[in-house]
């Protein structure tokens, strides 16, 4: 428990876990690798711009631009491609652009002495002014295949283009905890003077950040136009609070010098998956920043009070819904608690909750079964009548 307190990680990777998990128990269906692979599907281009902004959050720095940089980005692949050019060719000239608006905004705060808030700001509305000026407000629409072809799944079915962002966590995480270079990042976040002292390049490392953050949110946009097939006028809009808010979920600090690559990429998945575990359940879509939103502060604010029980609490969760499958609703045809499953999921609530509560995992089963005992002829009814309403009568 005490790992899990002080690991933002593993916390990150338990939230994970136990939001499948509920999935699963509420739907079995849905435990597939599919599922997994339709979620990071969806997280690629929030994953791509956590781990941009990690790089800048290091040096104890913030980008809010990188929204406007990922539509300005998805543009210019696009326009390169529509005007005839090679995809290699489309391709490049989205990372130079979106390493020259990163190191414009370095240059802004490293050369010019500009809060990095500040900076990005400016830049935020400048880079999607300029997206707006060169497509006069329209659409970028008809791509080719060949830019669509990178996000279709392939290998255990994830696409090229998912393979490329595990690729760059990867190499990312080794660059930054077993080498010099990598180490600079950490160096200049913790304490700057002291990094100056011990011969750390500090302008040229948060040149580098703000530089490789552009090139990320570039490659963000790329995913973006080879996932959708267009490109909107409004691409990017709202993606740099995403982006910083996964960073924190996954234990970036804000203060800069603490924090990885796997933390901000769980942080973004996990955004992700709220979001995905919604629509899959078809809730309105406007309830979607509300939860995530709330997830947030949850976990940031209570984390180290509530997620050491939340494995505990997953495990008392599961054990009564196996106990509700097994003897409470068994009486019920399969594909009943498909339609309905409401039952499930209001035992799941007070056994967890219960838990969580009392960080006892007997007094969590227990609840659990108090609710299993007291509500099943009231729901099963509710189920029936549902199975039946949806099912006609055969003898009509």
């Known amino acids: 428990m005490k790992t899990l307190l002080k690991n933002r990680e593993l916390s990150a990777f338990f939230a994970i876990v136990a939001l499948f998990v509920v999935l699963v128990a509420l739907n079995p269906a849905y435990f597939s690798l599919q599922t997994l692979a ?42 390169a491609l529509n005007n005839g050019y090679g995809l290699a060719t489309a391709i490049a000239f989205a990372l130079a652009i979106g390493a020259l608006a990163g190191a414009f905004n370095g240059l802004l705060v490293v050369g010019l002495r500009i809060p990095a808030i500040v900076a990005t700001l400016g830049t935020l509305g400048l880079y999607r002014g300029v997206m707006l000026l060169w497509t006069g407000g329209k659409w970028i629409e008809g791509l080719p295949d060949s830019l669509k072809s990178l996000s279709e799944p392939a290998f255990i079915g994830v696409s090229p283009l998912g393979w490329l962002v595990l690729a760059l966590l990867l190499a990312g995480g080794w660059l930054l905890s077993r080498t010099a270079f990598g180490r600079d990042f950490y160096a200049v976040g913790d304490n700057l003077a002291a990094a100056r002292q011990l011969g750390v390049a500090v302008n040229r490392t948060r040149m580098l950040a703000f530089t490789l953050n552009g090139m990320l949110a570039a490659c963000a946009g790329i995913v973006f136009a080879a996932q959708i ?30 924090g990885t690559l796997l933390g901000a990429f769980l942080g973004a998945f996990f955004l992700t998956q709220i979001d995905t575990v919604l629509v899959l359940f078809r809730l309105p879509a406007w309830w979607n920043d ?7 502060l949850l976990l940031v604010t209570a984390l180290s ?28 045809r399969p594909g009943e608690l498909a339609r309905n ?10 056994t ?11 007094i969590g089963v227990l609840a659990g079964i108090v609710a299993m005992a007291i509500t099943p002829r009231r729901l099963r009814a509710k189920a029936q009548a549902t199975l039946e309403t949806a099912s006609p009568d055969p003898e009509k």
């Open 290 to 296: 509300f939860i995530a939103g709330l997830v947030l």
């Open 38 to 79: 339709m979620i990071f599907a969806s997280s690629q281009i929030l994953c791509l711009l956590a781990l941009g902004a990690t790089l800048v959050m290091l040096t104890r720095n913030i980008d809010v631009s990188v929204g406007s940089t990922v539509g300005l980005c998805a543009i210019a692949v696009g326009v």
């Open 352 to 362: 967890v909750a219960a838990t969580v509560g009392t960080s006892n995992l007997a």
């Open 341 to 350: 499953p409401w039952p499930e999921t209001l035992v799941m609530l007070v």
């Open 229 to 258: 097939g267009f490109v909107p006028n409004q691409t990017g809009s709202g993606l740099e609070m995403k982006a910083i808010a996964a960073c924190v979920l996954g234990g970036i600090s804000l203060l800069g010098g603490t």
């Open 305 to 332: 009070q509530v997620m050491a029980k939340i494995p505990m609490a997953v495990l008392a969760g599961v054990m009564v819904i196996v106990a509700v499958k097994t003897f409470s609703w068994h009486s019920i």
